[in-house]
Each structure stands twice: as structure tokens, then as C-alpha cells.
């Protein structure tokens, strides 16, 4: 989610999210007349330890899960020849 909008202190982090969209957009234009596709992903909160490093602490119950992340990469990875996933969004919901 940093790729679509930033947040205070995280301006470097962002930076990058953003520069990965920026990468996308034009290969999926140089490999259109081959079957090779590309789809960015971008999910919101994963529970990983990538916030024991950053020295946050999230929300546990507003993270996604990694097997929430690989879920719509493989849904990706099955689409159709027919069909283009551009990008996917994924925000992590709210189970009490």
C-alpha cells in the first residue's frame, strides 16, 4: 500500500513502493506480443518481521497473513490467457 500512499517517517520506504509501480507499468507495455505477463501486488500490513526490524508494533488483528499474499499471487499466476491482472490490492481486514 506504501506504492499508492505514503506515510509520516516512512518517505524512503514509500519512495521505493512507488519506484516499483513506475518499473511495471512499462514492461508490461515491452513484453504485450509475448505471453508473458505482469501484475504488481500490493498488500497492506503483513505479519512478517519486517516490523520487529522497523521497530513498530502493528495491530496483529489488522495484518494480512503471508498465506493471504500467496493466495492472490497464485490467483495471478492462474489467470486465464485471456484475461490481464494489472495489479491487485489487498488490505488487510477486520476479524474480531
Request: hydrophobic share 40%; net charge negative; glycine share 8%.
Amino acid at each position: 500500500m506504501a506504492g499508492l500512499s505514503g506515510f509520516p517517517m516512512g518517505s524512503a520506504y514509500c519512495a521505493t513502493k512507488w519506484a516499483v509501480l513506475g518499473f511495471t507499468e512499462p514492461l508490461k507495455s515491452e513484453v504485450r506480443d509475448s505471453k508473458i505477463k505482469v501484475a504488481a501486488v500490493l498488500p497492506g500490513s503483513v505479519d512478517t518481521p519486517f516490523f520487529d526490524n522497523a521497530g513498530m508494533i502493528p495491530n496483529k488483528e489488522r495484518c494480512l497473513t503471508p498465506e493471504d499474499v500467496a493466495v492472490q499471487i497464485f490467483a495471478i499466476a492462474q489467470q486465464g490467457e485471456h484475461s490481464d491482472i494489472d495489479r491487485v490490492v489487498i488490505r488487510p481486514g477486520y476479524t474480531p
